[in-house]
């Protein structure tokens, strides 16, 4: 069956503009994850949604992230306003429940010039 | 401060013979692990899981084996195949949050 995906899987952009990052959750999924990694690190959490509602948005680093999930599967992540230190693999992963093993896609790299 | 701690950036290892990965936690109440196999320009993929109720998960030639008194888990893979070359991340799933939390990676290089 299909995975999770991502797109775009690249994405560059200046410094101050929007962007935003989609992922497609395994069919079914309840839950989904966004996480960023920056070079030489694990994945770093930064928002999690049960159906269309964020359950915990604590990882989110500042007001200039925003996650949408409006109908429970597609999600968006938006950056505003960005910075270079944004610079990351963004990635999402879901699972069927809140405790199940999470899948992950195979992210999108932003680069902020 | 880092919760999950891998500190061997690298490892070599010569195919045919066992890689074993480490991974410390700090946090007592952490009782579900995992590790994850990464390839370049894809998504982290699962391994294997333990939860703490057991001391050892075995799933093919790879086994999870849980120190909880240590706090200390390790990936064992027997034998090494040159396919196995990837980053090797442990993660600790907060059942407070429902978050992971992972370590910063090993790399392994399965020498042919």
């Known amino acids: 069956g299909a995975g999770v995906s991502q797109t775009p899987s690249n994405k560059v952009t200046e410094k101050g503009k929007y962007v935003e990052l989609r992922c497609d959750p395994i069919?079914?999924?309840?839950?989904l994850y966004w996480y960023r990694q920056s070079l030489g690190q694990g994945p770093e959490f930064l928002i999690y949604?049960?159906?269309?509602?964020?359950?915990?948005d604590s990882g989110l680093p500042n007001d200039r992230f925003f996650a949408v999930r409006p109908e429970g599967s597609v999600s968006t992540l938006k950056i505003q306003r960005t910075e270079r230190g944004d610079s990351a693999v963004y990635l999402c992963?879901?699972?069927?429940?809140?405790?199940?093993?999470?899948?992950f896609g195979p992210g999108t790299r932003l680069t902020v010039l | 401060d880092q919760q999950v701690k891998q500190n061997s950036p690298s490892l070599s290892v010569q195919e045919g013979r066992i890689s074993i990965l480490n991974c410390d936690y700090t946090?007592?109440?952490?009782?579900?692990f995992l590790w994850y196999k990464k390839y370049p320009a894809e998504g982290p993929t699962f391994l294997i899981s333990?939860?703490?109720?057991?001391d050892k998960n075995e799933d093919g030639r790879f086994t999870v084996f849980l120190n909880k008194s240590a706090k200390h888990l390790s990936l064992h893979i027997v034998p090494s195949q040159p396919g196995d070359s990837a980053v090797y991340f442990c993660?600790?799933?907060?059942?407070?949050?429902?978050?992971?939390?992972f370590g910063t990676g090993t790399r392994l290089k399965v020498l042919a």
């Open positions: 946090n007592s109440m952490f009782d579900y």
């Open positions: 069919s079914g999924h309840t839950a």
């Open positions: 949604f049960q159906g269309t509602g964020a359950a915990d």
């Open positions: 992963a879901s699972s069927p429940g809140a405790l199940d093993t999470q899948y």
């Open positions: 333990i939860s703490s109720i057991k």
């Open positions: 993660a600790a799933l907060d059942q407070g949050t429902y978050k992971y939390i």
